[in-house]
C-alpha cells in the first residue's frame, strides 16, 4: 500500500472484558484487549476456539455488551454507530432468507432503511456486478453453491456502503478450495469498496492472505497476544501463498501460539 | 407438444391404473360376498360399484347440493378458527404472559371429546348452521394456533441478529422476517384442520341439521338396506370433500410458499 497513509483510528477498543455467567463458575471470554483499527484497514481476529475473537466481533456490531472497557465504532458509542448503520455485517452461515430471491435479499437492507424503490433496484444491480452475481439475480438461494450464498450475504452487508464491515468466520463453512477463490474475490471486492474490513478467523493463511494486520489472539482467557502486520504488498493473488514470505509469517504466528 | 402429452400420460398411468385396479377388485370382493360365501347383508358390507354408480346418475345433483352446504360451513368454520388460531399464535409469540394465560386452556380444549361437545353447542346456539360453523372453526383453531406459534418461535436467531444490525423496529422484524418464516407452520396447521373441519361440520348434521351431506347420510342409513347405496355415496362424498378440502390448501400452499424445501425439485444443481 502507499507510504504516507494517514491514520484515523475507525474502530478503538480500550480494555474490554467480557465474563459470562453459567450457573455458579464464571467463564472469561475476553480479559483486557485493547484493539485500534485504521480507517481503511483489513484486519483479521485470528485464533483457535474459546479465544473469543467472535464475541469480539459481537461486541464491535453491538450484538452483545462488555462487561468492562470502552469501545468507539465510527467514533460514536458501539450502540449509536448500529443504530447509524456504521457497519454491515456477514455471519458464518449466509442467512439469507428462503422466500427472497437473490436480489431481494440484497435489497432487505435497503428496504429496511427506506430507500425508494428506482434506487433500490439500481444500488442492487451494482452490488450484484461487484459480486458478480448478475446472473443469478433470479435465483432462490437453495439454487446457489455455498460460496455463491456467502458473495449475496457479502453483497447485501455492502448495500447501505458501511464504512465498516464485520465478518464472523464467512467461508469456514466452505471447502478449502472455494475457500482460497472467496478470499480472492473478497480482496477484489474490497478493492474497489475500499472501507473498514474486521475478518474473523480461525485459518493462519487465511488471514494472512487478507490482513494488512493480524490481531492474534489466545484462549482461555481470551487475550490479545501479539499483531502482526502483513506487508505483502496488494493486489494479492493466488502464488503468494507458495512465497517463502507467505511460509514465514505462517510460521511467526505458530510461534506465537506455541509461545503462550 | 407430443413431448408434454406423451410425460403427462406417463405420470398419469400409474394413478389411473391404480383407481381402475382397487374398482375391479372392490366388485370383485363385492360379488364374491353376496354369491359366493353369501353373508347377510353383503351388500351394506362392501356394495357392487355399478349399483353406486347407477344411484350416482339419479341423485348426484343432491349429493352436490347437499355436500356444497356441509363443505360451505366447514369452509366459514374453518375460516373463522383458523383465523383465531392465527391470532391467537402471534399474541404469545409477542407476549410469554399471553401464552402462560391461554396455552393451557387450548391444550385443555381439546380433551373435550367433540362428539359430545357438538350436541352441547347444537343446543346452545339452537341454529345447525351457525354450529356447524362453530365446531368446524373449534377444530380449526387448535392445530393452526400450534403450528404457527412453533413457526414464529422457530426464527434463525442470526436472522433476527442481521434485523437487530438493521436496527429493526419490532413490528418490522415480525413483517419481514417473523410471518415469512412462520408460512410453512401455518400451512401445515391448514392441511391438518381442512379435512378435520369438514368431518365436524358432518358429525353436527349427524345431531339433527335440516340439510348437508350429514343429514342424508343419517337418513339413509336410519330406511335400512333399501338405501344402502345412497348411504355409501355419502360417506364417499364426506370423503371427499375432505380430500378436496385439502388438495384447496396445498394448491394454495404451493403458490404462496413456492420456495420452500418440498418444493425443491430433487437432485437441484450445481
Known amino acids: ?260 | 407438444m407430443r413431448n408434454t402429452f406423451v410425460l403427462s400420460r406417463s405420470r398419469w398411468t400409474p394413478t389411473l391404473s391404480w383407481i381402475i385396479g382397487v374398482l375391479v377388485i372392490w366388485e370383485v370382493c363385492s360379488w364374491l360376498l353376496l354369491h359366493v360365501i353369501q353373508v347377510p347383508l353383503a351388500q351394506s358390507k362392501l356394495p357392487f360399484i355399478h349399483m353406486l354408480a347407477q344411484t350416482l346418475i339419479g341423485y348426484g345433483t343432491t349429493l352436490l347440493t347437499e355436500g356444497w352446504v356441509t363443505f360451505k360451513n366447514a369452509g366459514i368454520g374453518f375460516f373463522v378458527g383458523a383465523t383465531a388460531g392465527l391470532i391467537l399464535a402471534i399474541l404469545m409469540s409477542i407476549s410469554k404472559w399471553i401464552e402462560q394465560l391461554t396455552f393451557p386452556y387450548a391444550v385443555a380444549s381439546q380433551m373435550i371429546p367433540i362428539l359430545g361437545l357438538a350436541p352441547i353447542v347444537f343446543g346452545i346456539v339452537r341454529d345447525d348452521q351457525l354450529a356447524r360453523i362453530l365446531i368446524a372453526g373449534y377444530i380449526t383453531f387448535f392445530p393452526v394456533a400450534l403450528n404457527v406459534l412453533r413457526g414464529l418461535r422457530s426464527t434463525n436467531p442470526s436472522a433476527l441478529e442481521l434485523m437487530y444490525s438493521y436496527a429493526a423496529k419490532p413490528w418490522t422484524i415480525y413483517w419481514k422476517l417473523r410471518f415469512p418464516g412462520m408460512l410453512p407452520g401455518l400451512f401445515t396447521g391448514l392441511k391438518i384442520a381442512a379435512p378435520l373441519a369438514v368431518t365436524g361440520a358432518i358429525l353436527v348434521e349427524l345431531m339433527g341439521a335440516t340439510n348437508g351431506i350429514g343429514v342424508i347420510m343419517l337418513r339413509n342409513l336410519y330406511y335400512g338396506p333399501s338405501h344402502i347405496y345412497m348411504f355409501w355415496l355419502t360417506v364417499i362424498t364426506g370423503a371427499l370433500l375432505g380430500i378436496l378440502s385439502y388438495s384447496i390448501i396445498s394448491f394454495i400452499e404451493r403458490w404462496i410458499t413456492p420456495w420452500q424445501p418440498e418444493y425443491r425439485p430433487s437432485g437441484g444443481e450445481d
Open chain 1, 1 to 260: 500500500m502507499t507510504v504516507a497513509k494517514v491514520y484515523t483510528p475507525e474502530i478503538q477498543l480500550d480494555h474490554v472484558s467480557m465474563r459470562f455467567q453459567t450457573d455458579k463458575t464464571e467463564v472469561v471470554a475476553l480479559e483486557n484487549v485493547s484493539v485500534d483499527i485504521q480507517k481503511g484497514e483489513f484486519v483479521s481476529l485470528l485464533g483457535p476456539s474459546g479465544c473469543g475473537k467472535t464475541t469480539l466481533l459481537r461486541i464491535m456490531a453491538d450484538l452483545i455488551q462488555p462487561t468492562s472497557g470502552e469501545i468507539k465504532v465510527a467514533g460514536k458509542s458501539a450502540k449509536e454507530a448500529r443504530l447509524a448503520q456504521k457497519y454491515g455485517i456477514v455471519f458464518q452461515s449466509p442467512v439469507l432468507y428462503d422466500w427472497r430471491k437473490v436480489k431481494e435479499n440484497i435489497s432487505l437492507p435497503l428496504e429496511m432503511t427506506g430507500v425508494k424503490k428506482g434506487e433500490r433496484e439500481s444500488r442492487v444491480d451494482e452490488l450484484l456486478q461487484l459480486v458478480g452475481l448478475t446472473n443469478f439475480q433470479d435465483k432462490y438461494p437453495w439454487q446457489l453453491s455455498g460460496g455463491m450464498q456467502q458473495r449475496v450475504a457479502i453483497a447485501r452487508a455492502l448495500a447501505m456502503e458501511p464504512e465498516i464491515l464485520l465478518m464472523d468466520e464467512p467461508f469456514s463453512a466452505l471447502d478449502e478450495f472455494s475457500r482460497e477463490r472467496l478470499n480472492e474475490e473478497l480482496l477484489s471486492i474490497w478493492s474497489k469498496v475500499k472501507n473498514t474490513v474486521v475478518f474473523v478467523t480461525h485459518s493462519i493463511p487465511e488471514a494472512i492472505f487478507l490482513s494488512d494486520r493480524v490481531f492474534v489472539l489466545s484462549p482461555h482467557p481470551g487475550r490479545l497476544a501479539a499483531v502482526v502486520d502483513i506487508p505483502i504488498p496488494r493486489p494479492r493473488k493466488q502464488e503468494i501463498r507458495q512465497s517463502k514470505e507467505f511460509y514465514q509469517l505462517i510460521s511467526g504466528i505458530r510461534n506465537i501460539f506455541e509461545g503462550v
